[in-house]
Each structure stands twice: as structure tokens, then as C-alpha cells.
């Protein structure tokens, strides 16, 4: 079964607090960009590592290939 931007942007949103989350691709490769406060004081590893704990096995099952960008609030904001 090939996985969906939809249905990753459900994974990760169901088990992190996100104020934003796009997720665009083409079934086998990914990107996101995801902006939760829970990501505020963390460097990028520990905020792609709660990202990959929300996807959880679907990271080895599902999706190949996931390109992140993890910002915080402030962050989305002054890039946006």
C-alpha cells in the first residue's frame, strides 16, 4: 500500500502538537515542514527525532524517504 502526504500529515499530527503541517510527495519520497511549540529550546536532531517517534514504525514500513523542516512558532513566523 503506498502511503499518502495526507496520511503522513495525520500520523504526525495525531501524536505531536503542531500549529502548522505540510506534507507533500510523490509516495515514495517526502518532504514536510512542521511547526510545533514543542520544538522550542531543541536542536534539529531532537526535533526530527520527535517527529520520527510520532511517525513510529510507519518511518521503516511506510515511508522511504521523509525530508524535514522543523521549526518552532517564532521561527515560521520571522521565515514566513
Known sequence: MTVTPEQIR???TSHLP???CEVEGD???FQ???VSEV????RSIARHQLVY????DRMRE???????STLTPEEFKNNG
Open 53 to 56: 517517534a510520532a511517525l513510529g
Open 32 to 34: 514536510a515542514v512542521i
Open 62 to 68: 511506510e515511508i522511504h524517504a521523509l525530508s524535514m
Open 18 to 20: 503542531c500549529e502548522h
Open 10 to 12: 495525520e500520523y504526525i
Open 39 to 42: 520544538f522550542v529550546g531543541k
Open 27 to 29: 509516495g515514495a519520497h
